[in-house]
């Protein structure tokens, strides 16, 4: 489907980068990336273990500081405390209190976003039937699986309604078919203007993006639609294309 965006071309990029260079011990783990991510995209990253995924979305978010270069986020200098209100983060390791329910977890959670009352509870429902999690919600969270944790903190990343989503492989753990919904809701999300950052290793979720930022060894070897690289690399799948890419190939094959 079509999306159309009634923003004004200042409102129009949800996230701006510019020469982001970051450094660990003398290493460059992220070397150089400009990128521009407009408004209502969903936005998928994917590159190999240790490529520089997280390090790239905790420099967009303003968890961490570029050693060079610039970030901003709908159209503010990063990092800012005030732009915490304004997106949902889901870490790739699941920051939840075992030794509360699920549905105590949001509360909390709804609570720092400064959530109350019956507002509070809507929006817990909301989000908590989004993700398959309403039967659940009374269970202490240190009882649920892996998956079950996982969409307990996307659950957690939608309560507070954040216009820019950003997903460190959400989808880790959880069964295909539940898999599916939740990248059904993410599309839905997107159509209606909320930009959606998500890493990911599954090459069919890569599919599903409007754009595709591929990065390996910190540095971005290509940023288009998933048709536009795979035409690019001369293959037929992502997978053979982030290969070719990867190793210097251009799609003269
Ligand atoms: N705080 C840190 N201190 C030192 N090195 C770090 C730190 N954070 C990340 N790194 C290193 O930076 C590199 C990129 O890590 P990052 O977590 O961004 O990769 P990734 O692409 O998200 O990997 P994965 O897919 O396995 O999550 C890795 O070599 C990692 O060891």
Not at 25 to 53: A, C, Y
Not at 132 to 161: F, P
Request: with cysteine.
């Amino acid at each position: 489907m079509e999306k159309t965006h009634p923003y004004s071309s200042a409102e129009a990029i949800a996230v701006e980068l510019q020469g982001i260079v970051r450094m660990f011990g003398g290493r460059t783990v992220i070397d150089g990336i400009s990128l521009t991510i407009p408004r209502g995209e969903l936005f998928g990253l994917l590159g190999p273990s240790g490529s520089g995924k997280t390090t790239l979305i905790k420099l967009m978010t303003g968890i961490d500081r570029p050693d060079a270069g610039s970030v901003s986020m709908l159209g503010e200098p990063m990092p800012q405390l005030k732009m915490l209100q304004v997106f949902g983060y889901m870490a790739q390791s699941d920051a939840l209190y075992n030794e509360l329910t699920g549905k105590q977890n949001l509360e909390f959670f709804g609570a720092l976003f400064g959530l109350t009352g019956q507002l509070l509870k809507n929006r817990i429902h909301a989000a908590a039937s989004l993700v398959d999690l309403t039967d659940h919600l009374n269970k202490q969270t240190a009882a649920y699986s892996g998956g079950m944790k996982r969409r307990l903190s996307l659950a957690i990343a939608l309560l507070h309604e954040p216009r820019l989503l950003v997903l460190d492989e959400p989808t880790v753990g959880i069964d295909p078919v539940l898999r599916q919904s939740i990248w059904k809701e993410l599309s839905a999300l997107s159509r209606q203007g909320i930009t959606i950052i998500v890493t990911t290793h599954v090459m069919d979720e890569a599919e599903k993006c409007d754009r595709l930022g591929l990065i390996r060894d910190g540095k971005l070897i290509a940023a288009d639609t998933p048709e536009a690289i795979m035409q690019k690399a001369g293959c037929s799948t992502i997978e053979e294309a982030f290969i070719a890419l990867g190793s210097g190939g251009g799609g003269e094959k």
